[in-house]
């Protein structure tokens, strides 16, 4: 009864994660329904992970964010592990209890349902493409695909990152044509309805734009999954020529809010996390 009564812990492993808003939406969550939890930061470095996992549930962390670096290193300690997570090969949510420890990965569906209930847009039939084949790419790669779209095109500099990516897809997606581009120009980005910045450019002040404004267009939907700052360069050049645009932090808040319902099993207050994450971005 005394564990019951005491304050459970969740919390974002990473390293670096320093720079999360995650604990502002699910702190903003735990007072709002009055839940007796804190949402910490634990910035681990990769030599004490498996002291860190290994001892969860003696230190009463309840539930964990996983970020980069471990959302597939962690999966040797996990007792189970969901098809989503299996499927992606990652996963971005971890639920303790009864010292068992089950991976989930939220990431995937909460951009799905971001782009499909907020920004109204059915990837079936349609042209995408993306930038990047690394963890999150695949995330939103695999969602993508069972969405039946016409083409799904991928662009990678990790010619075997992006091979594996392009293999894996085709595996699991029917009636889509998969397609490795070699370059940035043989995406067809001005062929395509979505454009997916699934790389980290565009994070700091310094890093190039990507694409070539003359290939965006104003029927284009451009998804950065970068939501700090929250215009990218690419966006600001697709706002430009008249595209719709859209920063990571809708994917942020969705997959936020699936791994808060696996953690407490109740509904979360998803206005109330929007409205924290808004207020932590800065302008």
Same mark, same amino acid.
């Given at each position: 009864m005394e564990r019951?009564?005491?304050?459970?812990?969740?919390?974002?492993?990473?390293?670096?994660?320093? +720079?999360s808003l995650s604990p502002l939406m699910h702190n903003a969550a735990f007072a709002y329904l009055k839940i007796n939890a804190e949402y910490k930061i634990f910035e681990k470095r990769p030599q004490d992970l498996k002291d860190f996992i290994t001892a969860l549930s003696q230190n009463d962390i309840c539930g964990l964010n996983i970020t980069v670096p471990y959302k597939e290193k962690v999966i040797p300690f996990l007792n189970t592990v969901s098809p989503e997570a299996e499927l992606i090969g990652a996963v971005n949510t971890l639920k303790v209890s009864a010292n068992r420890l089950a991976g989930f990965n939220t990431d995937g569906a909460g951009?799905?349902? +971001?782009?499909?209930?907020?920004?109204?847009?059915?990837?079936?039939?349609?042209?995408?493409?993306?930038?990047?084949a690394g963890g999150a790419s695949r995330a939103v790669s695999l969602y993508l695909?069972?969405?039946?779209?016409?083409?799904?095109?991928?662009?990678?500099?990790?010619?075997?990152?992006?091979?594996?990516?392009?293999? +894996?897809?085709?595996?699991?997606s029917e009636g889509s044509e998969i397609k490795s581009a070699g370059s940035i120009e043989e995406l067809h980005i001005p062929d395509a309805d979505l454009l997916v910045n699934a790389t980290p450019v565009g994070m700091k002040e310094s890093d190039p734009v990507l694409v070539d404004g003359n290939l965006l267009k104003s029927d284009l939907l451009v998804y950065d999954l970068i939501y700090n700052p929250k215009e990218t360069k690419l966006l600001k050049s697709a706002k430009e020529k008249g595209a719709r645009i859209s920063n990571g932090l809708g994917m942020l808040l969705y997959q936020g809010v699936l791994a808060f319902e696996i953690w407490t099993g109740q509904s979360a207050p998803i206005e109330v996390m929007r409205q924290a994450l808004k207020e932590g971005v800065k302008i």
């Open positions: 019951d009564s005491a304050k459970r812990i969740y919390g974002i492993l990473g390293f670096p994660c320093q +720079h951009f799905l349902k +971001h782009l499909t209930e907020d920004l109204k847009f059915n990837p079936e039939n349609k042209n995408i493409a993306i930038l990047g695909a069972q969405g039946r779209p016409k083409s799904i095109s991928i662009y990678d500099i990790d010619k075997t990152k992006l091979s594996a990516l392009v293999a +894996h897809l085709k595996g699991n």
